[in-house]
């Protein structure tokens, strides 16, 4: 995350240039790279690339068994996404493995979260202890993720802290579209343009904090942004132009899981507001919209059970939301293990869509 990227954009590809792991310096696409951050790159004889591409396999096979696979059936009969357009899942972190289940095939994805996107991990310019590291890390990052299923805003900041181990936000939503059978076409830092009021590829040196992923799969082109952006009214009314773009994200289909209950603080009322005038559609876990809010855009559909929310959380209870459904005599199947709550007996999804306006 370190070594500086080569700033010229290529809308097909970006070279990242030497090989990933490999001792040999040859030119590494981006694609390349994904598949290296994957474990999906050729099969190693370093024992310890080795043992990094057997623990993220078996880390994506136990996620994709028990939750993956399962979502995206889920997803495909009480979503049924019909594809294209854009998808906004504020709080996301990097979660692109979760997003692009309940919504396949969209055309842009916009992940928002507050830490930094940073440049991708460059193991081959790092030295045998470094890259030890590295692997160890990540591998450990897969891991915990195959196990949780979401991303601990602890181990996303411990990640900003900690940039000589490579691992960071950009590496891991390479690593997840390599999983998911998306070819990584290019990657380009993103700046916000006021005076268009909305995120643009970059063509020279920034920051890193945001990061547009360009994808293709099965012949169609997808754009995967994640946005570094501080989501609380504060931050949000400093910058008009931010806020109307916050607008317009919340009037596309939103996604909402793990997101620490934030939504139903005082202090999020920017976005709580736009999503609950302008959303045509929210799937969420107990983590998003208070029931109160979130039935405000239309019948609200009940999945698995809830009564009460994580012990982690004390000041959000979702009483309303606990109440409905106490009240609710069917509500529909939860086969796998969504967010915080993970035994059958307590957690819930909710999926509520705008009903057409005359």
């Not at 899981?257 to 959303?279: E, G, I, P, W």
Request: a positive charge; charged letters at 20%.
């Amino acid at each position: 995350m370190l070594h500086t990227l080569t700033r010229t954009l290529l809308v097909c590809a970006l070279s990242l240039a030497s090989s990933l792991w490999p001792a040999s310096a040859t030119e590494m696409s981006a694609q390349q790279a994904a598949l290296g951050f994957a474990g999906l790159d050729a099969p190693a004889t370093d024992p310890a690339h080795k043992a990094f591409q057997q623990r993220a396999a078996l880390a994506w096979a136990s996620y994709d068994k028990q939750v993956g696979q399962p979502l995206a059936v889920w997803s495909k009969r009480e979503v049924a996404y019909a594809g294209g357009g854009t998808v906004f899942y504020p709080f996301s972190g990097p979660d692109f493995a979760t997003v692009a289940r309940v919504y396949p095939d969209a055309e842009r994805y916009v992940l928002v979260a507050i830490q930094f996107a940073g440049q991708p991990a460059r193991p081959e310019n790092m030295n045998a202890v470094q890259r030890a590291e590295f692997e160890r890390k990540f591998g450990g990052a897969w891991e915990k993720f195959g196990k949780l299923g979401y991303f601990r805003t602890v181990d996303l900041n411990d990640d900003q802290r900690d940039r000589a181990s490579g691992v960071g936000t950009t590496t891991i939503l390479m690593a997840f579209a390599a999983r998911l059978g998306y070819e990584v076409t290019g990657v380009a830092p993103l700046s916000f343009s006021a005076d268009k009021g909305e995120w643009e590829a970059a063509s020279t040196e920034t920051k890193s904090r945001s990061v547009r992923l360009f994808l293709q799969k099965a012949g169609r082109k997808a754009t995967l942004d994640y946005v570094s952006l501080d989501l609380s009214d504060g931050a949000l009314k400093a910058g008009e132009a931010h806020t109307v773009w916050i607008k317009h994200m919340a009037a596309q289909p939103v996604l909402l899981k793990a997101a620490s209950h934030l939504l139903q603080q005082a202090n999020f009322r920017v976005l709580r507001d736009a999503l609950v005038a302008a959303a045509p559609i929210v799937v969420q876990d107990e983590t998003g919209l208070d029931y109160k809010e979130l039935s405000k855009i239309g019948p609200v559909r009940l999945y698995g059970k809830f009564s009460q929310a994580h012990p982690l959380f004390t000041t959000t209870t979702q009483p309303a939301l606990a109440a409905a459904y106490r009240a609710e005599k069917s509500p529909g199947d939860l086969p796998f293990a969504f967010s915080y709550l993970k035994t059958a007996d307590a957690r819930s999804m909710q999926v509520v869509r705008r009903p057409p306006t005359n």
